[in-house]
């Protein structure tokens, strides 16, 4: 069943009060920040400053680790360069995802930050890292085949933890219809995340993340109670 609607990519130019408001609305979203060391990955990489105007609001919040930061902490077990990056701002999220397009070599015995939920972005190159650490209650696995490309998924799979995650391609048109064909191969909870369909001109579209809630809640494919 859908439990909640993650949008990615929250930049310089969100307003957090207009957040708050979609929350208040539909308390089943969650926001995410895309965190990485580069300076010029571009607008869905904002810099982690813009996060102390979040600090008076209370809706769900989750950061994805790209690109060195993300193997810093599955390599070498150093979470530090995140931590720092964020500061004071990491209490501010309740699950970490871990972006990394392929793991050949990680650590066996990370130790994960205390009290955090940890996503594990799946593809080919990441199973094993997944297979070696999906037991613990706290991971949860992510199918994304798309990467924030916006490519859509034509074949989901079958979750193997808990609490599962599905990503690829969906947006406003078609989040009803998605939604359905996960919900035939998925009997547990999950949820959905969207990243370049939310966006308008490279922007964070707040309006079209209202969209998709309305049209999951007029389907009865969730409640915003």
Known sequence: MLKRVSFSGIDQ????????ALHKDFPFVEFVFLLTESRKAGNRYPMPVMLKAY???KFPMAVHFCGKIAYEAVKG???????DMLGSSFDLFDRIQLNIPKTSHYCRELAFPEGKQIIIQLHEG???FFAHYKHLPF??????GSCGRGVACTQ???PETEFFGYAGGIGPDNAVSVVKAISEVCDGDFWIDMETSIRTNDKFDVKKCRRVCE??????LISAK
Do not use: C, M, S
Request: glycine share 6%.
């Open 215 to 220: 049209e999951l809640v007029k389907a009865g």
């Open 126 to 128: 990441t199973e094993d």
């Open 139 to 144: 991971v949860q696995g992510f199918q994304d």
């Open 156 to 158: 989901w799979r079958a």
């Open 13 to 20: 130019w969100t307003k957090p009060q207009e957040l708050a």
């Open 77 to 83: 077990n150093d979470w530090q360069p995140a931590i």
């Open 55 to 57: 600090k008076k609001y």
